[in-house]
Structures are given as structure tokens and as C-alpha cells.
């Protein structure tokens, strides 16, 4: 649904909606005819919300495509993730919690190796620690380059981000990185005329780097992407009318959450101390998107046990977050994460959205193949849960005479 | 999915992928309360396959859309039957195995009748034979038009194929045919002003034509339509990143395969025969398109216990076709075509995806009906399959961070 056409029907109101997302919540069954995680998860919480509510899965972004935690996450919040796109650099800043000002331009930067002909033998310098990373990155943050102020913050390993701040910066620059070992990495070249002051003082950061680096046995030279700039799109609250907090452990997920203009409550990595905050602040906000990371984490270290044990987990707690009784409840994840993949995956996502004014349908389990029978369909687009969610909170005006 | 979406995404593996197309698959009862022809069949191996896979029905083109075969293939195969439109000139020489060159224009030809003053009294010249028709083509044949080659081939009745082979020729000329009885053939009038010279050319033809056939006492004039050329569409291996095969028996099929780009291999009639085709050439190729037409064609003549008995005889095959490990197996129609209505219908048309990565929905019977219940969903869009078969055969990157 285009904002153009929902901003108009959205109408005020008082009620309260709640999105709590299970990273990674859909899985697979880890042997041949064997149940995935949630379906082996008791959940009898989830599935008394199920029974109450509408339930079926949703594609982040289309049938067969896996997303990164970005697009999904944005579609999620109603922004079509393929109109909505965000750089790599400004993803980078919001991982590591970097505070972007508007016209600051973001890349993420990794160290390379290169040999004396100035040819890449090693895109990531061989993953050097992320110690020694932030060792370099405090050489490389004291280059000067006069016009423009430089940020250099560490990642992981070999990866780091890099900011620069000045007047009349582009982020219509290509990339330095020639993405294959045995080439010399690329001058930044503007891809439009407007990067080309950009371009040549980040020609001027890098020439400067490699004469910092020239001595590291490994990290011996940089390789920049994704050059991006905070992007100027709709805010959250002008497109649905709803003042709204995210509660997240993970700097990347408030970083997403900011890039749309709610405001951001940091919580330790435990779903008790997410539904203190959220408790705290209830009276505060219309909407509210508590992220809840573990799950993804278990997916990803492949344990497939332990998914099982942290679904649980937050079912646990359902009761406690329905006693703050919100008027519409929607449980679901930002993708798939099945333990026999160890990593994201394109299946469809299972989700629960309740109210006082759904229509329940026939299912009572909250479980993947359950959930396929369910009232939104198995793939249902992840970007109109927000619109669905609006008119369960009666803040949609109809449409039309 | 747009192709400019996907392709970035592909990333190669050395897993294989088998479309099995089942033509004119989908069935509707015979009689009240009765079976489908897929119901009503015994399909052991095609229900032990829904029940690992994933299932539904899928739409080639839209809700209430009848597709021809030419559409409903190329949302088989991934392209947007809307966007990419194939010309019928393109589409009749195709399915005689004429063999097109870049640059030539085809166009599809009737035979009709017009009386004395020029005005035509039977759009299709009393559908004279087939045999008629090859005599007629070679006096056609011998006309002579500077600058340009003529190829005149027989199709059935009073359809032919018109191919022009020359410099600078164009498609945008408009049909001559008046679509209506009582009216004169339209000269070639060009569409856009590129098709100025090719229309003259055209006129000098028809011209010639009037002059053959004159003394012809049905087929005495010639009416065509749908001038067209090679499509410069994506190929298939651009975008999918697949090595790929086609098995069929009928040029038409073999035809659509060749615009998308995969290499052909023309077969027997019989499934064993492509069979053994498939098998010959399992280890050199990523994809195989294997089509079979017999189901088809009993469902175009009424026939709905040769439809039952057809599938069974499919039915059986599966297990050989398993033999050779696929990675993802597709088994579907390109569209439905009920016994009882003797052509191709709007009805969403069974389909089963399987792979190791699959997520199995509950659906364990190959059916109209228990096909609504998979988790594919009861219209799931035709050109979504390659993605997900894509997906499911590990050869996507994920989109975004």
C-alpha cells in the first residue's frame, strides 16, 4: 500500500499497538519428517493469542528471497523495502550505534592486504582481530583532509565504518572495492557530477591511508563500499499517525528503528529487562516494537535446541505483556532463520496479529504449517501488516463514500 | 519480481533444477459432485512428492486469465507474460520450427476469400486443407519482391507463416486483416514511422499475391497479422544464472524455450522417450524444462478417462526421475484444460515444488483441491516459481544487510 494512499485515511486515536519481533522466528524441520522449532516449542500462550487472533506467514519481501535484517525490518515497519533501500554505509553507522547527521556521508570500509605492486591478495587482511582493527582505525581517524572532518570506527575483524562530515557532500560515489583479489583497489569515481568533490577528497583520505598502512603486514590498505548518506524519507509518525518507541538490544535494530523516526530505548540482551522498559514507557507512545535477538542467534549458531528453549522463553512472557493491555498484538519475526541453514532464509514467516476487532480464524497452534491455514494466507506481504494493524486499532478512515 | 531485482541476487551452485510441465494439467468434474481427472487419478509417486514438498495452484497470469501457451510458458519459466509479449508471427514460427533470424519480420497468414469487388466473404477461405494450403504457399513462395527474401510455409488449414528477410526491415507495420466479413483487406500501414519502407514492401507483396491466387475459387486472398521479430529479451542463463535445457516433442514448446535462450532437444510424442533424453544429458546442464503434451491434447478433445489414464502414466515415471537426484523438482501444467470444455481454461493449475530446503506444508494428495490448502497458496503467481525454485536450490544471495 503506497503512503500516499494511507496517509489520508489514517484518523487519531488511543489505542496501542504492539509489534514484538522474534528475529529469525521461522525455522525447518531439522530431520525428515520432523517438526521445525516453533512447531516443537510449547507455547501455550502464543497459541491462546493465535486462537484469539487472525495468523498466517508473511514474505518480507517476495517469494524465494531471503532479506538482510534492513529490508525485512523495514517492511515490517510498512515501508516497502525495495522502494525504501538502505546503503551499506548508513546501515554500517546504525550497526555500531554512530550517530549520522543529515549530510554525512557513510561507507563500510575493510581492510585489505595488498602486495608491493599495490595489487589486493587479501580482501580482508586476513580477518585481522577486532583489536588490532581498532588500533588502526585510531591511526586512520587522525589523517586530515582539509573541507571535511573524519570519522573511523571499528566493526568486526577486518571491517570498520568510515564517516565523513562537510559542507555539500555526495553519496553518489562508486566503490572503491574491485570485489576480487588480483586487481588494484579502484579510485573513487562520483557515479554523477555531483560526487565529484566527494570523490576526490576521499581519493585524497585513501592515498593518505595507504601511507599509514604501508608498514602493517596484513591491513596494509583500505577498500571502501556503499557510500550513503541519511536517507530523507517519510518519518514513521506523518505516514501513520502513531508516536512510537523501539525497544532493542542490538544497536542495529534502534539504528533501523531511528532511520524512521521512532524514538529509541536501548535494553540489555534479556526479554525482561525489553518488557521493564516497555512497562516504563507504556503510557508514552502509541506503538511500540520490541525486538527480541536470541532466536536469530541460536539460528545462526545452528542450534536448534536452543531456539526451542528461547521460544519458549517469550512465551513465557506473553501474559505479561497482554496485562498491559495493548488493543493490537502482532508476534511474528523479520525472516527465517532455520537451524539446519545456520543462516537467513526466503521461507515465509509465521504471524499472529490480535485485536478486540479481528475476525479469528480456525487455527490454534502458532506453527508454521499451522499458520499456512491461517486467515492471511501463507505468504502474505509483510509490508501491509502496518495498514492491517491500523484498522484493528480503528485509526483508519474508510476509503471512498 | 523484476529481473533487475533478481539477478544481482543469483549466485552460482552446482545444484540442478527440473520443471516438469504436465500441459493443460488442471481439470474440472465431469459431472455434479464428481472428480477432477488429477482427483480422479491414482498418483502414488506425484502424492509422495506433495507430501515432502510444498504445494498449491498457481495463476500464469491472472484471475480469470486464459492463457495461451505461449504466456503461460514464459511465467513458467520466470518472465512476466504481461511485459514480455510474444508477436504471433513470432509465435507461428516458432511452432512450425521455422528458424528466425535476427532482423527478420514474421507475421502470421490466412487464406480467404474475397468476391469481385475486392471485399472479403470468408476470413479463413472455407478452411481449406492443409494440403491446399502447401501447394498454395510454394506459388506464394516464387513471388519476387527487390530487396527482400520471402518464406511462405504451410501451418494447418488456411494458416500460413510470412517471413521477410532483408535490410532494415521493421515490426511496426499493422495487421491487414479487417477482423470482419463484408470489408476489403487493409493495405500494410505502418505504425510508427520506422515502418515505412517495410509496409511498402509488404504491399508490393500482397499485391503480387492478389495477382497469384486470383483465379484460386476459395483461397484468393491473403489477410495478415501479428508482424514481429526475435525478441531482444534477457536470456534465461543472464538472468537465472542457469544452464539450460528444454525436452519436448511439439516445435512450439521447443520454439518458446529457444527465445529465452535454452538449448533445445526435440523428442518422440512419449514421455519415455524424454526420459531418456533427460537422462542422457543430466550431468551437462542446471536446468531442464521436460514437457509433456498428451494431457493437453486429451483435454482438447473431451477426453477425460485418457486425461486420468495420461497422468498415471506420468505418475509412474516420477520415481525414474527422482533416481537422477534433482536438487528442486517442479511438477505443474502451464494451465488447465478441462475435458469438458475442450480448451484451455482460467482455472489455477496444481503445483508442487520440492527440494531438501523445502518447508512441507500438510498436503499429501496431488489434487485440485487438496492443493488449496498447501502452502503455495490457491493462486500463487506462475512467474514467482523460478525465484523460489532459485531459492530453494541455494542459488540466491539475500537481499540487503
Chains 1, 2 share one sequence.
Not at 499497538?17 to 522449532?37: C, N, Q, R
Not at 562508486?174 to 586487481?183: I, K
Request: proline share 7%; aromatic share 8%; hydrophobic share 40%.
Amino acid at each position: 500500500m503506497d503512503f500516499d494512499f494511507i496517509k489520508p485515511l489514517v484518523k487519531p486515536a488511543k489505542t496501542k499497538i504492539l509489534l514484538l519481533v522474534m528475529d529469525g522466528l521461522g525455522g525447518l524441520p531439522a530431520e525428515k519428517d520432523g517438526e521445525t522449532e516453533l512447531e516443537a516449542a510449547n507455547t501455550p500462550n502464543l497459541d491462546q493469542l493465535t486462537e484469539q487472533g487472525i495468523c498466517g506467514l508473511h514474505e518480507p519481501i517476495g517469494p524465494g528471497i531471503t532479506p538482510g535484517s534492513g529490508p525485512s525490518h523495514l517492511a515490517l515497519f510498512g515501508y516497502d523495502p525495495q522502494k525504501y533501500q538502505i546503503g551499506r554505509g548508513v546501515l554500517a553507522a546504525s550497526g555500531i550505534d554512530f550517530e549520522l547527521n543529515s549530510g554525512d556521508v557513510a561507507a563500510r570500509g575493510n581492510f585489505c592486504t595488498v602486495d608491493k605492486g599495490g595489487v589486493v591478495t587479501d580482501r580482508r587482511a586476513g580477518r585481522i582481530s577486532t583489536e588490532k582493527n581498532a588500533e588502526l582505525c585510531v591511526l586512520l581517524e587522525k589523517i586530515s583532509v582539509p573541507g571535511i572532518e573524519i570519522f573511523i570506527k571499528p566493526v568486526k575483524e577486518h571491517r570498520f565504518l568510515l564517516v565523513i562530515r562537510g559542507a555539500d557532500l555526495s553519496e553518489h560515489v562508486l566503490d572503491t572495492d574491485p570485489q576480487a583479489v588480483g586487481e588494484k583497489p579502484l579510485e573513487a569515481k562520483p557515479s554523477s557530477a555531483d560526487g565529484e568533490r566527494t570523490a576526490a577528497l576521499l581519493n585524497t583520505f585513501i592515498e593518505k591511508a595507504a601511507t599509514v598502512l604501508k608498514d602493517q603486514h596484513l591491513a596494509n590498505m583500505v577498500l571502501l563500499r556503499g557510500f550513503s548518506m541519511l536517507p530523507g524519507w517519510p518519518k514513521f509518525h506523518e505516514v501513520f499517525g502513531l508516536k512510537s518507541a523501539a525497544i532493542a538490544a542490538y544497536p542495529m535494530y534502534l539504528g533501523l528503528a531511528k532511520l524512521v523516526g521512532m524514538k529509541t530505548y536501548p535494553s540489555e540482551n534479556k526479554i525482561d529487562d525489553e518488557l521493564e522498559i516497555l512497562k516504563k514507557h507504556w503510557a508514552d507512545f502509541d506503538f511500540f516494537y520490541v525486538h527480541i535477538k536470541s532466536i536469530d542467534s541460536a539460528g545462526e549458531d545452528g542450534d536448534y535446541f536452543r531456539r526451542i528453549r528461547l521460544i519458549e522463553e517469550v512465551d513465557s512472557r506473553i501474559p505479561l505483556i497482554r496485562q498491559l493491555d495493548p488493543d493490537v498484538v502482532i508476534v511474528t519475526g523479520d525472516h527465517s532463520t532455520p537451524a539446519i541453514l545456520k543462516a537467513h532464509s526466503w521461507h515465509p514467516v509465521p504471524v499472529i496479529l490480535w485485536s478486540k476487532y479481528c475476525r479469528p480464524d480456525s487455527v490454534d497452534r502458532f506453527a508454521e504449517r499451522a499458520c499456512v491455514s491461517g486467515s492471511l494466507g501463507p505468504h502474505f506481504p509483510a509490508v501491509d501488516l502496518m495498514p492491517l494493524a491500523l484498522a484493528n486499532a480503528l485509526r483508519l478512515d474508510k476509503f471512498g463514500a
